[in-house]
């Protein structure tokens, strides 16, 4: 059977969640309009987005700290962090030129994530991976190497003839990313730089909505969500739950800061609907 005949069940709750983000949509757009000064809000979004991604990866760098390296000031912290925070704003700043359906694409994105920071970077791996919790118990084997160009090939041809909703298809694309684990490292941000990108291509709003933020603030249930859907030969309905979820969250998060013109970059949880599987 093909990795991609059948990755998920319908669950009914979905036509709500989407049509709520639907409208919250028509919101962010008012809101926009709205706004003294949109580009800076934009701009704020995409730093939490940055900040949140990495930090998901274990970057260490404050928000603040994000801001000033985006905007060129010095930085007492790790080289690596650093870099990997410059990195990322490269990588997203480029995202309206990325084709989320291209294998080359992908590879180019990767490559600017990580460049200088891990081996193959921008090309898949050649050695075997595996998640490995504290205590040494593997939670999920990455695909065998030699198929991992095949099945991305086959994963972004699925994805671009997908007649599902974007909101469902990016979130599949996002789940099978961290399933077959087609890098050696950087694999997380990949996933949702590309579960971004396929939403943009969607609705451009998607470019700068703080998803990334939601799922840090909520990082326990992302990778809970992720092993849930691993389970009972990999069903991925409950990480597509949790997504929408943090998509719809992200919004509401745009729209509070847009209309209060404001943004508080402190390092808080925000709350993520968890829709429950029966």
Known sequence: MSLFTKMYSEDPKWYELIGNIHALLERVKI???????????????????IHASTAIEGNRLTVSQVTDVINGKPVWGPPKDIK???????????????????????????AALTEALVDESGQFRTVGV??????????????????????????????Q?????PLITSSVVHYMLEYIHP??????????LWQSLILCRWNP????????????????YYYKALQD?????????????????????SLYKYIDVATETKWDTEDRPIPCVQESVP
């Open 130 to 159: 595996a998640v490995v919790r504290n205590d040494g118990v593997v939670l999920h084997q990455g695909s065998p190497a030699k198929d991992v160009p095949a099945l991305v090939a086959q994963l972004l041809e699925w994805g």
């Open 84 to 110: 990997e925070v410059q990195n990322a704003w490269q990588a997203y700043n480029r995202m309206e030129a990325y084709d989320p359906w291209s294998v080359r694409d992908l590879l180019g994105a990767h």
């Open 31 to 49: 809101s926009e309009e709205q706004s003294s000064d949109v580009l800076h809000l934009r701009k704020l979004s995409r730093i939490l987005s």
């Open 205 to 220: 709003l998607f470019a700068w909505m703080p998803i990334e933020t939601l799922v840090h603030y909520n990082q326990m």
């Open 161 to 165: 003839e997908s007649s599902a909703h």
């Open 183 to 192: 890098f050696r490292d950087g694999n997380g941000r990949i996933g949702r």
């Open 229 to 249: 859907s691993h389970k009972d030969g990999r069903d991925c309905r409950p990480f597509i739950n949790f997504m929408l979820g943090a998509i719809g969250n």
